[in-house]
């Protein structure tokens, strides 16, 4: 078998579509069942294994993909790359409106927006080229052959006789959505908690603060009443409100730490502040650190400095070059 039944009433099934990533082997696609009608829950990365696992477990489950509605969490490639070669024309998606946007223009706007700020952080020119090249590939899903259904927080999708509620939960993206089963209290939870990584914040496209958001989203989720949260990578487990607990934690402690380099080195720009922030990583030397790892870390510690800057934490002010550059809020620029 190619699917594990993890959860009855409604029947839910884990299938792992091999991912080969820094922290995990696998993406985690789920799928609910009730007689004939069948939702899957992201689709996995876009490889020939893939595939063939995806598609051998649906049809084992007898959950047909060209008569399936799909859910997407997020846009990223390992969630969505399968979309366009298991999914028929005109299958219903279900996503963000954030997600179809990005879906359509293929991220190119926020990847532009993101060569920019890196820029202004202080990373230079070439290597931020170099950084967006990293994590830019070919469009993965064509939304437009589907027939794409937008929804937000609160929305419900059916699936047979059960509804199941949209919860957004920004933070990792600006798109992000968990999806609900009242009934079972079950969470599909996207990468929105994750036991084997502590999941990347990036930076919105609107300037908001991306990682008061993810906070905000994490208390939300402990708030509710959840039996089971299914993650999308690694192990689901009994312990998630912990590892809620420990997330909060952990982005506490980083914000503390930045704020004390920021004390300690006032002026330094926003690409040197966050180069010296601790991050687990298997070298401290940057150019031995992955274009990739270096991607995350980078928009990661944006985030922290942007939350930093809302909150009055620290102050941002401009050098002799337009660059990003901090100061402790005691200290005048």
């Known amino acids: 078998m190619h699917s594990t039944r993890i959860r009855t009433n409604p029947d839910i099934y884990e299938i792992k579509v091999p991912f080969n990533n820094v922290s995990t082997s696998d993406t985690n696609c789920y799928v609910v069942k009730d007689g004939a009608d069948a ?21 084992e489950l007898g959950a047909d993909p060209s008569k399936a509605s799909y859910f997407l969490t997020h846009l990223h490639y390992d969630h969505v790359g399968l979309m366009d070669r298991i999914a028929s024309a005109g299958a219903t998606v279900y996503l963000s409106a954030e997600g179809l946007g990005m879906a359509r223009d293929g991220g190119t706007a926020e990847l532009h927006e993101d060569f920019r700020r890196l820029a202004e952080e202080g990373v ?13 590939g070919p469009r993965v899903i064509d939304i437009d052959r589907c027939a794409p259904v937008v929804v937000g927080d609160g929305d419900v999708v059916d699936v047979g006789s059960y509804r199941l509620q949209v919860v957004a ?10 999806l609900y089963e009242p009934g079972s209290k079950t969470l599909f939870g996207g990468d ?37 949260l299914l993650v999308s990578h690694g192990e689901n487990r009994p312990d998630f409100r912990e590892r809620i607990d420990w ?45 990739m790892q270096r991607w995350c870390i980078l928009m990661e510690g ?32």
């Open 124 to 136: 230079p020119r070439t290597e931020a080229d170099a950084l967006v090249r990293s994590v830019t």
């Open 192 to 228: 929105h908690v994750l036991f084997v990584i502590s999941p990347g914040i990036t930076v919105f496209p609107d300037g908001s603060d991306s990682l008061q958001a993810y906070l905000n989203s994490l208390d939300r989720v402990r708030n509710m009443e959840i039996d089971a």
């Open 247 to 291: 997330l909060k934690r952990h982005h506490i402690e980083r914000l503390d730490e930045t704020v004390g380099i920021v004390e300690r080195e006032p002026g330094l720009t926003g690409e040197d502040v966050v180069r010296r922030i601790h991050w687990n990583v298997p070298s401290r030397i940057w150019s031995e650190i992955s274009l």
């Open 302 to 333: 944006i985030a922290i400095l942007d939350h930093l800057t809302a909150t009055g934490r620290v102050k941002r002010a401009k050098d002799g070059d337009a660059r990003n550059v901090y100061f402790p809020v005691a200290t005048s620029s």
């Open 39 to 59: 939702l899957i829950v992201d689709t996995g990365a876009p490889t020939e294994d893939g595939y063939a696992i995806l598609r051998d477990a649906l049809e």
């Open 169 to 178: 939960t920004p933070g990792h993206t600006p798109d992000h959505l968990s």
